[in-house]
Nanobody, 115 residues
């Protein structure tokens, strides 16, 4: 079992920055890929960024150049640095991890981009 706890959401003005954190606990030695997804009101959940335990990353086109995913294996945490946030980035952001073929999700953290 893997538990994921997100933090760092909130309200930010357009053009602002936030950093999300996701701390993993439990069977952490078996975690492979981790990442962030988001779900905006009335829309399906979509991938934002993913990172392997070797550090290879994949970022959605919609956030390329603005969002960066980083993983710190020493403290079992994955971060999402979000710059130049825009209203269309408003969503609930979920941490995601894959371990031994099982998919785990955090409870989500809300980010609202508004003036």
């Amino acid at each position: 079992q893997v538990q994921l706890v997100e933090s760092g959401g909130g309200l930010v003005q357009p053009g602002g920055s936030l950093r999300l954190s996701c701390a993993a606990s439990g069977s952490i030695s078996s975690i492979g890929r981790m990442g962030w997804y988001r779900q905006a009101p009335g829309k399906e959940r979509e991938v934002v960024a993913r990172i392997t335990n070797g550090g290879d990353t994949n970022v959605a086109d919609s956030v390329e150049g603005r969002f960066t995913i980083v993983r710190d294996n020493s403290n079992n945490t994955v971060y999402l640095q979000m710059n130049n946030l825009q209203p269309e980035d408003t969503a609930v952001y979920y941490c995601h991890a894959v371990s031994r073929g099982m998919v785990y999700w955090g409870k989500g953290t809300l980010i609202t981009v508004s003036s």
